[in-house]
């Protein structure tokens, strides 16, 4: 057998989970349906005003309300928001509906059993939620911390320097936008795109103009390019060095090339040696 394989999944592993959530999920809403008959038969005899249809809107509050927030907290767990206020709700209602059940039984005992239905409801349901949030965090790859209170009890018995060294990494490691129920990165609304607005393309750039001299013993040769290509800024500033040389009344050298530019010496003299010829002859 091929060690990187991923273990195989027997057949009995795989209904057995989906089969102990539904008869957790059924145990829960059994619990739930006695509860309701219980709320009904107060609001039937107990409340002044209500008959037999009109009664069912007290279960319909009471337990139906401790159910949907126990939706709302799974929900907000699967989504890594905070659920306190949905968990407080759904006991807050479930103590309610438990009251109303404990107080129109005739009997301790009946009380006592009446009083535990919604109670059991909403404890076995939480569980059921539990497990499928468990699920759904494993095949979404998000799954985070969680607490083991038997093992880290072990744990800590054993290394109690160690474990609790350990633990608070743990708990130090972990976000505090997750810790207090913020949105993560993730979570928060990308920008809205807007279309991008059509550039003009760049004209290209017009080559650089010769300086225009006042005497034609000062004109531009028209066979500069001969000699070394430069780039136009300094193109032009070798040109600029060109007419003032000729305006002085000298021959323009290397070294006039030299104060305007950095290049090598050599490529100074050819660039020198361009400007002192036009179309194969000397410059008068």
Known sequence: MNQDEPPQISRAHLWLSPVALGLVALAAVMGWAASFVGLHEYGMTSMTGFGYWTAWLVPA????????????????????????????????????????????????????????????????????????????????????FRLRPGLLVLRWLVDRTGTTTAFRTQITAIPVHQLIGQ????????????????????????????????????????????????????????????????????EFTADDVHAVIKVPADKAEQIAASYSTTNGHALA
């Open 61 to 144: 509050t009471f337990d139906g309300a401790a159910f949907a927030c126990t939706l709302m907290t799974y929900r907000a767990s699967i989504h890594g928001r905070s659920a306190l206020r949905a968990r407080l709700l759904m006991w807050g209602f479930t103590a309610v509906s438990s009251w109303i059940n404990w107080i129109h039984q005739p009997t301790l005992e009946t009380r006592l059993v009446a009083a535990g239905l919604p109670v059991a409801a909403v404890a076995v349901f939480d569980i059921v939620l539990l497990e499928m949030r468990a699920d759904y965090e494993a095949r979404h790859g998000r799954t985070k």
């Open 183 to 250: 949105a993560t990165p993730a979570e928060l609304p990308a920008p809205e795109s807007r279309p991008a607005t059509p550039v003009a393309p760049a004209a290209s750039p017009a080559p650089p103009t010769p300086p225009v001299a006042d005497k034609p013993t000062t004109e531009i040769p028209k066979v500069v390019s001969r000699g070394p290509k430069l780039p136009p800024p300094m193109l032009k500033a070798v040109q600029a060095a060109y007419t003032r040389a000729r305006n002085e009344g000298r």
